[in-house]
């Protein structure tokens, strides 16, 4: 008789709990398909939005990357210019006849005196007014092609 009653609270216990089971997992089921539904509708509906913030964010980086760009090209163009600029007013000033301090340069006085008389022979027959002179045709010819080069294009 035991074993009857035994037997039957067993099946009654386990028929009870194969329902709360089944309960429990449909509930489950339920809520993890209801939210896997909200997640999806979410992203359906932001994903335009978050692909239109990535190509503005895009824009933007590239617009910044073309500005630096746009900087470096300028800021070398006044560098050559700059460059140029002073190559042509120190040959004029040299051609003029400033030279500046040469308080650095030191010869010793045997070279000096080998050095005044190769300079004074140049001086005499015309040679560095000529190398001024030649001197400055070549930059006038250095900023006339960089013009052309500036103007055309590289061309």
Do not use: H, R
Request: charged share 5%; glycine share 12%; aromatic share 18%.
């Amino acid at each position: 008789m035991f074993d009857f009653f035994s037997s039957l609270f067993q099946s009654l216990l386990n028929g009870i709990l194969g329902g709360v089971n089944w309960l429990a997992s449909s509930i489950g089921n339920f809520f993890t398909e209801f939210f896997n539904g909200i997640t999806q509708f979410l992203i359906n509906l932001f994903s335009p939005l978050i692909l239109f913030f990535q190509g503005f964010w895009y824009l933007i980086t590239s617009l910044f990357n073309i500005i630096v760009l746009i900087v470096q090209v300028i800021l070398g163009m006044l560098g050559v210019l700059t460059a140029i600029i002073g190559g042509v007013i120190n040959t004029f000033s040299e051609l003029l006849g400033f030279s500046g301090s040469t308080a650095y340069y030191a010869l010793p006085s045997a070279y000096q005196q080998g050095f005044n008389a190769v300079i004074g022979l140049l001086g005499q027959t015309g040679f560095n007014t000529m190398a001024y002179i030649m001197a400055v045709f070549v930059w006038i010819a250095t900023v006339y092609a960089a013009i052309k080069i500036a103007g055309s294009g590289g061309g």
